[in-house]
C-alpha cells in the first residue's frame, strides 16, 4: 500500500517522525558526501531529507509518485516537486549525478523496472542512495508509521537486486534502533538505543541504508510494453442505393 502525502506530512511533524528524520538524515549525509555542482533528484518522499543539497547543488528535482501525490517542496521560492510514474521519470538519459531514493523502492510495483530506469537517467559514475524498511524489522512491523508499509527488504535482496541492474554497493549503514512508538520515555532515550542497538549489531535496526555507484556497462534492457490488440469493427463494402424514378 502506498501511504498517501498527507499521511507522510503528518507523521514528520510528530515528535517520532522528527527523531527518525534527524537520525536518517545523519546517515545520508554521511553516504551523500559533497554534493557541491551536482545534479541531485529525490525520489519518493524524500524531500524531508534533501535541504542540505539546496544551495551546494548545481539542481534539485523531487520526484513524487502519482499514486502518493505531491506537496510543494521548499517552503521558500519556486518548487522543486513534480508529480510523475517513476517507472517512466521525465528526465533525459544520464540527467542526474545524485539519486536519494526514500519511501520509493518499498512502493514500487516493479521494483526491477525502477532499477532500469534510475539506470537510464543517471549519468556514469552516479551514485545512488536508497533507504528502505529492513526485513524482520521492528519498523516493518509497525503500522503507526510509513516505514510499516509497502514491501520490505533484506541486505542480501538489496544488494541482488542492485548489481543485477550494474550498480555496485559500496557503503551499508543500518538505523533506527528505536522502537517505533511515540511514548515520551521512548523518544527522550533516542540516543541510548541507538548506542545500544549497534552493540548488539544489525538484527534490531528497523531501516537499511545502501550507496550505490552506477557502473559504465549497460544494464539489463528495459521490457517492452505488450501492445493492445483494439478491435475494429469490420467495414464490408456495399453497393450503391438506387434511387427510384419518379
Same mark, same amino acid.
Given at each position: 500500500?502506498?501511504?498517501?502525502?498527507?499521511?507522510?506530512?503528518?507523521?514528520?511533524?510528530?515528535?517520532?517522525?522528527?527523531?527518525?528524520?534527524?537520525?536518517?538524515?545523519?546517515?545520508?549525509?554521511?553516504?551523500?558526501?559533497?554534493?557541491?555542482?551536482?545534479?541531485?533528484?529525490?525520489? $519518493?518522499?524524500?524531500? /524531508?531529507?534533501? &535541504?542540505?543539497?539546496? #544551495?551546494?547543488?548545481? %539542481?534539485?528535482?523531487? !520526484?513524487? =509518485?502519482?499514486?502518493?501525490?505531491?506537496?510543494?517542496?521548499?517552503?521558500?521560492?519556486?518548487?522543486?516537486?513534480?508529480?510523475?510514474?517513476?517507472?517512466?521519470?521525465?528526465?533525459?538519459?544520464?540527467?542526474?549525478?545524485?539519486?536519494?531514493?526514500?519511501?520509493?523502492?518499498?512502493?514500487?510495483?516493479?521494483?526491477?523496472?525502477?532499477?532500469?530506469?534510475?539506470?537510464?537517467?543517471?549519468?556514469?559514475?552516479?551514485?545512488?542512495?536508497?533507504?528502505?524498511?529492513?526485513?524482520?524489522?521492528?519498523?516493518?512491523?509497525?503500522?503507526?508509521?510509513?516505514? $510499516?508499509?509497502?514491501? /520490505?527488504?533484506? &541486505?542480501?535482496?538489496? #544488494?541482488?537486486?542492485? %548489481?543485477?541492474?550494474? !550498480?555496485? =554497493?559500496?557503503?551499508?549503514?543500518?538505523?533506527?534502533?528505536?522502537?517505533?512508538?511515540?511514548?515520551?520515555?521512548?523518544?527522550?532515550?533516542?540516543?541510548?538505543?541507538?548506542?545500544?542497538?549497534?552493540?548488539?549489531?544489525?538484527?534490531?535496526?528497523?531501516?537499511?541504508?545502501?550507496?550505490?555507484?552506477?557502473?559504465?556497462?549497460?544494464?539489463?534492457?528495459?521490457?517492452?510494453?505488450?501492445?493492445?490488440?483494439?478491435?475494429?469493427?469490420?467495414?464490408?463494402?456495399?453497393?450503391?442505393?438506387?434511387?427510384?424514378?419518379?
Amino acid at each position: 500500500m502506498t501511504p498517501d502525502v498527507a499521511r507522510l506530512i503528518a507523521f514528520y511533524k510528530s515528535p517520532l517522525g522528527k527523531i527518525s528524520r534527524a537520525l536518517l538524515r545523519e546517515e545520508i549525509l554521511r553516504l551523500a558526501g559533497n554534493v557541491r555542482g551536482l545534479r541531485v533528484l529525490g525520489l $519518493g518522499f524524500a524531500t /524531508p531529507y534533501l &535541504r542540505f543539497t539546496l #544551495e551546494k547543488a548545481e %539542481r534539485v528535482l523531487a !520526484f513524487m =509518485p502519482a499514486r502518493q501525490g505531491s506537496s510543494a517542496w521548499p517552503r521558500e521560492g519556486p518548487s522543486h516537486t513534480v508529480l510523475c510514474d517513476p517507472l517512466e521519470m521525465p528526465l533525459t538519459d544520464s540527467a542526474v549525478d545524485l539519486v536519494i531514493a526514500v519511501h520509493a523502492f518499498e512502493h514500487v510495483a516493479d521494483a526491477e523496472e525502477l532499477m532500469r530506469e534510475l539506470w537510464r537517467v543517471t549519468a556514469p559514475g552516479a551514485r545512488l542512495i536508497v533507504v528502505v524498511p529492513k526485513r524482520r524489522g521492528m519498523w516493518s512491523a509497525a503500522d503507526n508509521t510509513p516505514f $510499516g508499509d509497502g514491501y /520490505p527488504f533484506s &541486505r542480501g535482496q538489496m #544488494e541482488q537486486l542492485l %548489481r543485477a541492474h550494474s !550498480f555496485v =554497493p559500496e557503503q551499508w549503514r543500518d538505523a533506527l534502533y528505536l522502537p517505533p512508538y511515540q511514548h515520551p520515555l521512548l523518544l527522550k532515550s533516542t540516543r541510548f538505543f541507538e548506542r545500544a542497538g549497534r552493540l548488539f549489531g544489525p538484527t534490531f535496526a528497523g531501516v537499511l541504508c545502501v550507496q550505490a555507484r552506477k557502473e559504465l556497462f549497460p544494464a539489463v534492457p528495459r521490457r517492452r510494453k505488450a501492445e493492445r490488440y483494439v478491435r475494429v469493427p469490420a467495414m464490408a463494402p456495399q453497393a450503391a442505393m438506387e434511387m427510384p424514378e419518379r
